[in-house]
């Protein structure tokens, strides 16, 4: 720490407390070691057992059961068979039982922010977001499912129907909630049956808790744990499956995209890319300072996070005067971590920027890839330090990484096309808007991008050359909520974009022929943004 004060994380406020109130809502999840996994309805204590370790301070937070690919396969037929079942139930019934999960979720909100914190390493507020975020993006199609399923890709009146099977769920660890559960409580309430992946990383108790309240409600959801390699092949190309719904990098989203090429399974496959910010003729330096220190939220781990600046050469100087004291004042440290004397209320929590990575490893491997492009020659203009961070006396502090900015990765290094996935910056600087395009451009497609510039009218015909989905003008882009679109350019997405109507268009059949918006092998059709 900066200061000699002595921090503690109160009672009520560690792991032990907050699962032994989850085990008392929901004691049916649990096995006497940990979660269960949740097959036809039931809690079923199988698989083997792995320990899982908070990021936060390397501590153990109990097992996985890792289950075996026979047990999954096995699994997936059973949720084919309550799929359909599932499927021919009314809409108003289907409504009903999502919002009353809804309600329970959201009555045990605080317990499933409390858990984020423990095992993705997310600081107080960001962690509440990813709750409230799911809770109140759901509510929204819960009120508007009725038009989304009357009518087709264009706007004409016809009547759309769930899959033929239940949609399948392999998510990243980052946002179990507003990402993965919000995902699959749209697919229940278009008429899919769901089967999820608790991701290995993290987010397997919280995900436990929430399917036990979903599965409470009679939603026909089936929630698995296990390695990648094990279940893929149930998740993926199982017969059964309807559709596959991925969120990952792209080193993985291409292995996937490979098993799925022969089946003609719809897929929505959601891959990682270089997100950038393009900086031409630009003057509004203090509002700039806004946008950085927000950039920097959860350690940039999420899929919309801007790790590259490509700036131009003449407001190189502005830019560092802006940036290098940004980089100064980012607050980080254990999210649960409170001075001696606090009530112990999630009031007192720290207002930190991020926390932890998600592990010691990946803390390790983004090091290593910052000493990579450093031995190729790339220049460093800001390397943090442990010690600015808030910390437990004595805590193992493994999977920090305080931030890092370095200027012109080489071509050699892989932070010059790839993104990474933690507080690591790049400055690219460039004398012309050929240069500007190229770099924006240097990971071959991108969920979003943003140019600041202070004629808006040039930079959106810039924008109009860059590969991303998403072009903020002066502004951050990110995932969006309710009625707004995502997807993703060139290696970025493949399948079919979600966001609003386009995610309930994503899984349920419309008439014969329809061209759903997606990045398909034979045609790409992108929505206005």
Known sequence: MSDDTTLHVPESLRWSAVTGRVRDLVGEAFTDDGP?????????????????????DGSSLGTMLKLDAATATDAVQRAAQTHRGWAGTELDERRRKVSASLDAIEAARDDLALLLCWEIGKPWKAACSDVDRAISGVRWYVDEIEGMLSRDVEGAPAKRVPLEGPVSNIASWNYPMSVQ?????????AGNGVVAKTPTQGGWMTLTVAHALMAREGLPVTLLSGDGSELSDALIRSPEIGALAFVGGRSNGGKVAAQLADTGKRHMLEQEGLNTWGIWEFSDWESFSEILKKGFEYAKQRCTAYPRFVVQRKLVDQFLGTYLPVLDGVRFGHPLAVPEGSSGSTDDLPALDFGPLISASKAQELDDS???????????LYRGN??????????????????VSMLAPPGASRLMHEEPFGPVDSIVVVDTEAE??????????????????DDTDHAARLAEQVQAFKVGINKLRSRGDKDEAFGGRGESWKGAFVGGEYLVQAVTEGPPGENLYGNFPGYHRYPAT
Do not use: K
Not at 181 to 189: F, G, I, R
Not at 370 to 380: K, M, N, S, T
Not at 386 to 403: I, K
Not at 436 to 453: R, Y
């Open 181 to 189: 559960v919000h995902a699959e409580l749209v697919q229940l309430l």
């Open 436 to 453: 500007l395009l190229a770099q924006m451009n240097a990971s071959n497609g991108a969920l979003v991008a943003s140019i600041a510039s």
């Open 386 to 403: 442990l010690d600015h961070g808030a910390f437990l006396p004595g805590q193992d502090t493994s999977a920090y990484h305080a931030p």
């Open 370 to 380: 910052v000493e990579e492009a450093l031995r190729h020659g790339a220049i460093p």
């Open 36 to 56: 269960a996994n949740l097959i036809d309805g039931e809690w079923r204590a199988v698989g083997t057992p792995t320990e899982q370790i908070s990021p936060n």
